[in-house]
């Protein structure tokens, strides 16, 4: 891999969970810490306050594993993907911005988060989510129950636009329904990771 280092023979490197894809850290690399690294498959950065290699976890025992490792476009930067043990930060924190080393689904995260607030809110004459969930689970999951079957028919037809209509009117009502259950999207991915080969 072609690295280009800067003046002080360094070059930045972030760290990102490869399962989570959340951004962990910031380290720093010369080229032996990056050979060791390889070697080791245990991130190794060049510590700029020590001036010597410092492998992470070598004294917290919160190592970070290597899975990957990338160059940027201009051959400055390494992204490299770990799966930390432990938090990764130095105070103790998951990550050095003292954020939640857990999956975010992007908007999905944000959809389940509208639909805890709005039925935490109980605005049934505002609010649908509130409305259908004043009726009970069992017309939470009868209403699941008919997208479904709405995406199935619109399946067979060859209208995209209806099935992906339908197919988003499926997806939210079964957020609900997960919500109405007391589970996320995070449970189902972990039952699916369960059942991975």
């Not at 959340?22 to 690294?37: D, I, P, R, S």
């Amino acid at each position: 891999m072609k690295i280009k280092y800067d003046q002080n023979g360094l070059v930045p490197a972030v760290i990102q969970d490869a399962t989570t894809k959340q951004v962990l850290m910031l380290g720093y690399m010369n080229e032996e810490a990056y050979n060791k690294t390889i070697d080791t498959k245990q991130v190794t950065f060049f510590s700029r306050s020590k001036q010597r290699l410092w492998t992470k976890g070598e004294e917290s025992g919160n190592f970070l594993n290597l899975v990957d490792i990338k160059n940027d476009c201009d051959n400055d930067t390494l992204l490299l993907q770990v799966h930390p043990v432990g938090p990764t930060c130095h105070t103790g924190t998951d990550t050095c911005w003292k954020e939640e080393n857990t999956s975010s689904y992007g908007f999905f995260s944000t959809l389940e988060a509208v639909i805890k607030e709005r039925v935490a809110n109980k605005d049934t004459q505002k609010s649908y989510v509130a409305s259908l969930f004043s009726k009970g689970i069992n017309k939470v999951a009868q209403k699941v129950g008919e997208e479904a079957v709405e995406t199935v028919i619109e399946a067979m037809d060859s209208n995209d636009e209806l099935f992906l209509y339908e197919s988003a009117d499926l997806l939210f009502h079964y957020l609900m329904l997960l919500q109405a259950k007391g589970f996320t999207l995070k449970d189902i991915e972990a039952e699916l990771k369960k059942r991975q080969k």
